[in-house]
Each structure stands twice: as structure tokens, then as C-alpha cells.
């Protein structure tokens, strides 16, 4: 097992048939922590609202998520927009878990970062609700497709990840306007606010750089591309990546800027 400092993770989207579980609790056994940071979408009520879903392995993950909060790893929790109902609850405390709208985390090597969901950043999400869900299905038939084809890749012996949402996200021009759109807007509030860096979620993106003078982060998510950052005891910054073999490595970053503490590898270790 694995002591790191902190731990980053976000839409896990438990109650939802997207979610891996599998690979999210082979993460959470290999790695120990001082602070869990859960930055939306935790919860999918969204898809439980459509139907009821949850099987033994999401509670499983709320169990040991629990558990860790008991001992000693301080649990912070900022809900998005598919656990909404739960920023009701904020300034709260449940099993030990805190519930905040944001959080500042400073770093080991002394780094401020802004931690958020990031769905005040997505104008579908904050003026066309109903857009938005009806994304939300399309995105989570498009995950199922993808899994589908990931299968098919290693039966025919093609190693990596590859996902089919975030090709469509790199290469529709839409997508990438959005993408670009989202992640400026976060590095903008980053620099208003005084703060070396910003941690988010929200568009399932997983990645690390420089924008406009701070660090952006993007935890990903664990429907498609099970990512998760880890900040080490050192404060080097790490985005790492649950296969489906449930074996660890550096996550390929969508964009591999150079960054002085963050780590980004491109397609796992090499």
C-alpha cells in the first residue's frame, strides 16, 4: 500500500450503471492518505431519479470511504451537479465527511489550490438544465459503447487505454471550444482568487497544466477514464489511472504540458 498525502477524486457517479466500481476499490486499497477530497458527482441522482441502482460494490466504496474517514484521513466532500441535493447540507458533517462548496488545500511544497466541481463553469449546466441531462444519457450510452470497443481492443491485443468520448471530445470542433471554454474559465477564478492552482472535475477530462500563469487539474472520472490525482508526501502532484487489468499506472494526459511538481506521463509508464 501506497501513503500519499492527499488523495483527489471525482464523478464516481455511484447509482449509476456508468460507474466502475471495480476499478475505483482496487485505487482506494492501493493508496492510504492524510486528506480524500471528493469533488462531485460522488452520488449520480440524476440516473437514480431515471431508475434505482445500486449494487454491492457502490456500497462498498461508501463503506470504505467511511472507514477511512474514521481513521484518521480527513474526508472533505463538495458536491456537483448530480448530487446537488446535498449542497442543502453544506458546513456539515456525516460520518466524519465534511460537506463544503469549496475547499482550499495547500500543497506540501506550498501550493494553493482551489478545489470545486466545476459545474458553475459550464454554461449547458448553469442555464439549460434540461440540455444538460439530456447529455447526460447521450454521454453515458456513448461510455457503454466505449467498453464495448475496449473489450474488442484487448481480444485483439491492443494494449492502452483509448476512449471513444474523449476522442470525440479532442477532435469535434464543438468539443474542443467547450473543453478549452471550461478549462479557461476555471484558471481565470484560479487567478482571481489569489491561488497557485485549481482542482476540479465536471467534464470528465483528465489532465494537468499551466494555463495563464496557474495550474489547472482535472481529477477525470471513473465512468470512462478512471483517473484520480495524488499529491505525494513531497508535494509532487501525480494523475494516475485504474486499468481495466485493476493495475495502476500514470494516466495519459490529454495534454502533456510541462509542469515544474506535477507528474504527466503519456500512455502509461514507459
Not at 447521450?138 to 473489450?151: E, F, I
Not at 464543438?174 to 481565470?188: N, Q
Request: charged share 20%; proline share 3%.
Amino acid at each position: 500500500m501506497k501513503r500519499v498525502r492527499a488523495i483527489f477524486l471525482s464523478d464516481i457517479h455511484l447509482g449509476s450503471r456508468a460507474c466502475q466500481p471495480d476499478r475505483l476499490l482496487a485505487f482506494l486499497k492501493e493508496y492510504e492518505s492524510e486528506y480524500l477530497y471528493l469533488i462531485g458527482d460522488i452520488i449520480d441522482l440524476w440516473a437514480m431519479s431515471r431508475s434505482v441502482y445500486w449494487p454491492p460494490a457502490h456500497n462498498t466504496i461508501v463503506q470504505k470511504v467511511l472507514r477511512k474517514a474514521r481513521h484518521h484521513t480527513q474526508v472533505i466532500f463538495v458536491p456537483g451537479n448530480h448530487d446537488e441535493a446535498l449542497r442543502e447540507y453544506l458546513g456539515m458533517s456525516f460520518g466524519a465527511v465534511d460537506i463544503v462548496a469549496e475547499h482550499v488545500h495547500v500543497t506540501a511544497a506550498g501550493k494553493r489550490l482551489l478545489l470545486v466541481h466545476g459545474d458553475e463553469y459550464d454554461q449547458v449546466t448553469t442555464c439549460h438544465r434540461w440540455l444538460s441531462m439530456l447529455g447526460d444519457v447521450s454521454y453515458t450510452a456513448l461510455v457503454h459503447l466505449n467498453r464495448a470497443l475496449s473489450w474488442l481492443r484487448r481480444k485483439l491485443g491492443v494494449s492502452g487505454h483509448w476512449s471513444l468520448a474523449d476522442y470525440a471530445k479532442r477532435n469535434v470542433l464543438k468539443a474542443v471550444a467547450y473543453v478549452g471554454d471550461f478549462e479557461s474559465a476555471a484558471a481565470h477564478t484560479a487567478v482571481q482568487r489569489g491561488m497557485d492552482g485549481i482542482v476540479c472535475g465536471h467534464i470528465h477530462t483528465p489532465v494537468m497544466k499551466h494555463i495563464n500563469g496557474v495550474i489547472y487539474y482535472n481529477c477525470g472520472d471513473w465512468v470512462d477514464n478512471c483517473t484520480a490525482i495524488v499529491e505525494h508526501m513531497d508535494g509532487r502532484m501525480e494523475l494516475v489511472r485504474s486499468t481495466p487489468e485493476l493495475r495502476l499506472v500514470d494516466a495519459a494526459a490529454p495534454d502533456e504540458t510541462a509542469v515544474a511538481h506535477p507528474r504527466v506521463a503519456e500512455g502509461g509508464r514507459r
